[in-house]
């Protein structure tokens, strides 16, 4: 069987590197940290990861999570309280735990259309100037593939006077010439206040983040619960991370045999008659229809080609879209499924309305 719905996009769990680096954490820390970060689990793989990923985006300073989503949650909330009054302003397609994290803290905030700078502008116009504000935006949203326009957001934010955070975990790993994701693609971590990312993902290991201010960060850090309350990653992971990240920060070889993956899975699925969504990332998309239409196609998948890929539906997606999520990776073995037959009309065309991530 092979997986084709990993988020291990880089391959980069299976690295020499990377697992090298866990087994010699492991013989000389143990297994685990032992502690909150701020008690006793704070090692010196952690302080080192921390200041790589600092040096990656460009910022004073970076803090570790259990989780992005812990560490989108936990800042997003904690930002509400620390700042009275912040209106955020968030994408309609954010991430689940930047929805959960701004319904945490409770403030007001305003919805604005995906990628529509319009609609943003026209929330941002109705709040005085001198209000707090926070407009929160992913780089690469995951169900259609889209990638939002960073740089004129931040204009938009600096023309209101608005702090930017941009959840770049689809991102990190994949885009720019260290991997920084598409804000050092297009040159602007530095107009970006505090970007998330994970580990998860394009890095292969687990653990989320924050990177900003260091003001910023130790505020966090001081007053999160999803960050003082828990034990800190384990050190080997911690670890791995750090290995990864250095790869990557110097290797082009993994993004590189990621791009062409995708260019030729597209193209496959393109020459076969289905309808794959147009997007300028590395995400998939194939509408399919219907819920049970979506997971007949990939039971199709599994049974016949031996390839697992999960159906997305509902809450993931929309009701009416149904979704197959399955971003190539780089090792993706292709050849093995080639289609030998147009699609089969059987299954009645697909609905303009429904989605399949491939």
């Not at 992005?68 to 509400?80: C, G, H, P, V």
């Not at 702090?163 to 260290?178: F, I, M, W």
């Not at 007949?296 to 993931?316: K, S």
């Amino acid at each position: 069987m092979t997986v084709w719905c990993s988020n291990d996009y880089l391959g980069m769990s299976q690295h020499p590197k990377v697992r090298a680096a866990m087994h010699e954490a492991i013989d000389e820390v143990g297994a685990g940290s032992g502690g909150t970060r701020n008690i006793s689990g704070t090692s010196h793989y952690h302080v080192e990861l921390e200041e790589e990923l600092a040096d990656l985006h460009g910022k004073e300073a970076a803090l570790l999570f259990t989780s992005a989503y812990i560490a989108n949650e936990s800042t997003l909330s904690t930002l509400t309280r620390l700042m009275p009054g912040l209106v955020i302003f968030s994408d309609a397609k954010n991430h689940a735990s930047m929805i959960e994290g701004i319904r945490h803290g409770g403030g007001p905030k305003h919805i604005f259309r995906n990628n529509d700078l319009d609609h943003l502008e026209e929330l941002l116009k109705k709040v005085p100037l001198d209000t707090p504000k926070l407009i929160a935006f992913e780089s690469v949203y995951s169900m259609d593939g889209n990638i939002s326009s960073i740089g004129s957001i931040c204009e938009l934010a600096e023309k209101y006077n608005a702090l930017t955070y941009l959840d770049e975990v689809h991102a990190v790993g994949l885009y720019g010439p260290r991997g920084g994701g598409i804000a050092e693609l297009e040159g602007a971590m530095d107009r970006v206040d505090i970007i998330n990312g994970t580990l998860a993902k394009g890095f292969g290991v687990m653990g989320g983040y924050i990177a900003a201010s260091k003001a910023c960060c130790d505020a966090i850090r001081s007053y999160a619960p999803g960050f003082i309350f828990t034990t800190s990653l384990a050190p080997a992971i911690a670890a791995g991370a750090l290995a990864s990240i250095r790869h990557l920060k110097v290797s082009e070889l993994e993004r590189a045999r990621h791009r062409e993956r995708v260019r030729t899975l597209k193209g496959l699925m393109k020459q076969a008659g289905l309808p794959v969504m147009e997007n300028p990332s590395h995400i998939v998309p194939v509408m399919v229809g219907d819920p049970v239409h979506c997971k007949a196609v990939t039971d199709t998948l599994l049974t016949h080609y031996g390839i697992y890929v999960q159906p997305i539906n509902y809450p993931t997606v929309p009701r009416a879209p149904s979704a197959c999520a399955s971003p190539p990776r780089r090792s993706t073995p292709i050849s093995r499924w080639q289609p030998s037959s147009p699609p089969s009309k059987s299954c009645g065309p697909p609905a303009p309305s429904a989605r399949a991530n491939m």
